[in-house]
T-cell receptor
Framework: DAGVTQSPTHLIKTRGQQVTLRCSPK?????VSWYQQALGQGPQFIFQ???????QRGNFPDRFSGHQFPNYSSELNVNALLLGDSALYLC???????????FGQGTRLTVV | KQEVTQIPAALSVPEGENLVLNCSFTDSAIYNLQWFRQDPGKGLTSLLL?????REQTSGRLNASLDKSSGRSTLYIAASQPGDSATYLCAVKRYSTLTFGKGTMLLVSP
């Protein structure tokens, strides 16, 4: 079992650009959540996808959007990047009936 | 709004010590509580999951307890080793999302 995989591992973007991050959930997991972790902080919930729809959303602007595909993989898109968007972006997956969340290794985004 | 606090923010101990990490949360209406380990710049590794109806869970040298009514959880690490050095995060789950504390950074010296 490959676990939760995220790509790319590192990314450098310029202010104003757009970025897409990708996540493949653990086998058998159909729910994907995205979190943003700034340096020295705990992860903050961005949104969650289930059955290809956004089920819940945290306190993040509309510049943050996502998508879930029929194979349960997911993308996180961020438009009009700001310096403050620099962070580690974490993807977590859970099965429908499960309770334990499993995280990927994260994507380190640096906005310059 | 749920708030999660972890004390201490950092801890440095010599190898072999038993230690306790603390986590408190403001809203006791949680579904479960999960402890994670995070190595620098890496993702989160799940250590222990305690359902809201449970009082504790054990895995090897780790033991986590939960007192939902008082909004507290502790992670006990027995006979600490240098390889335990990492940041430990607790997270509470309500509905289907996790709310995290800022973590306790642990350094175990040989």
């Amino acid at each position: 079992d490959a676990g939760v995989t995220q790509s790319p591992t590192h990314l450098i973007k310029t202010r104003g650009q757009q970025v897409t991050l990708r996540c493949s959930p653990k086998s058998g997991h159909d729910t994907v959540s995205w979190y943003q972790q700034a340096l020295g902080q705990g992860p903050q919930f961005i949104f969650q996808y289930y059955e290809e729809e956004e089920r819940q959303r945290g306190n993040f602007p509309d510049r943050f959007s996502g998508h879930q595909f029929p194979n349960y993989s997911s993308e996180l898109n961020v438009n009009a990047l700001l310096l403050g968007d620099s962070a580690l972006y974490l993807c977590a997956s859970t099965p429908t009936s499960g309770t334990e969340a499993f995280f990927g290794q994260g994507t380190r985004l640096t906005v310059v | 709004k749920q708030e999660v606090t972890q004390i201490p923010a950092a801890l440095s101990v010599p190898e072999g010590e038993n230690l306790v990490l603390n986590c408190s949360f403001t809203d006791s209406a949680i579904y479960n509580l999960q402890w994670f380990r995070q190595d620098p710049g890496k993702g989160l590794t799940s250590l222990l999951l305690i359902q809201s109806s449970q009082r504790e869970q054990t895995s090897g040298r780790l033991n986590a307890s939960l007192d939902k009514s008082s909004g507290r959880s502790t992670l006990y690490i027995a006979a600490s080793q240098p390889g335990d050095s990492a940041t430990y995060l607790c997270a509470v789950k309500r509905y289907s999302t996790l709310t995290f504390g800022k973590g306790t950074m642990l350094l175990v010296s040989p």
